[in-house]
């Protein structure tokens, strides 16, 4: 992550090109994802945290198609990656991150999302919010129903290209709203929707399943 490291505040950081045919296949990623919330302390890879984005929103034909299909191509979501290096927008037309924020917040992210304090040891948290206006604008109320499948679309790319990498992730919807929106000062209008904590998953540490 050194290049996002040294950049500041407003700059952009044009990262790896992604690749598009790894070593595993999908069916193992689907058998093997579970939630994991325990990670080691080890930095990603600019390379992974590219990857991962691109799993997530990243554009993959010329007319700006995304990895995630979104209703009415509409593409509602926003992600931003929490990482010790600060706050960083993901630009999919040009992916690339722009520094939005400076500094370590991964505690009070943690703090946020009910105090699950494990969150706080990723390495990178990824966090989706929605801007529910670009897709309700064009559907109405049912573009709310909408937003939210695209986030879970998304999200679930971002989880199984994680297990793909050998990484660990876990979903976070326990979240106080306003909160999120604060710590990672999400723009008027945006909604956090769904968080995930990815990394290097912490060998002999059983993950307990939680129910929310
Ligand atoms: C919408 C949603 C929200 C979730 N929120 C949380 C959460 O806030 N914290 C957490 O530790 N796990 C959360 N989970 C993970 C579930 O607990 C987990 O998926 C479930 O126990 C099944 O286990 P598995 O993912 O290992 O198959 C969430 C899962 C989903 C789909």
């Known amino acids: 992550m050194e290049t996002l490291l040294e950049s500041a505040v407003g700059q952009t950081a044009t990262l790896p090109e992604p690749t598009r045919e790894g070593a595993h296949s ?21 390379e ?14 010329p007319r700006g198609r995304r990895a995630a299909p979104s209703a009415g191509g509409c593409y509602p979501l926003e992600l ?15 992916h690339a991150l722009r520094k939005r924020l400076e500094g370590d917040l991964r505690v009070e992210c ?11 040891a990723a390495p990178v948290t990824f966090c989706f919010s929605a801007v529910y206006e670009r ?12 937003v939210h499948m695209d986030a879970g679309i998304a999200a679930e790319n971002l989880h199984l290209q ?5 990484l660990g992730s876990v979903a976070i919807g326990a979240f106080n709203d306003d909160e ?4 990672l000062g999400l723009p008027a209008g945006e909604k956090p929707l769904y968080l995930v904590p990815v990394g ?7 993950d307990a399943a939680r129910d929310s």
């Open 180 to 183: 999120v929106a604060r710590v």
């Open 162 to 166: 994680a297990e793909a990498l050998g």
């Open 80 to 94: 931003d990656v929490v990482s010790a290096q600060g706050v960083l927008r993901y630009l999919p037309d040009a």
């Open 135 to 146: 897709t309700t604008g064009r559907y109405g109320e049912r573009g709310v129903r909408y």
């Open 200 to 206: 290097y998953v912490q060998a002999r540490r059983p």
């Open 48 to 61: 992974q945290v590219s990857q991962l984005l691109w799993a997530a929103q990243g554009q993959t034909d």
């Open 110 to 120: 943690a703090q946020a999302c009910s105090g699950q304090m494990f969150m706080a």
């Open 26 to 46: 999908l069916e193992a990623a689907l058998a093997k994802r579970r939630s994991r919330r325990h990670y080691e302390d080890r930095p990603l890879t600019l």
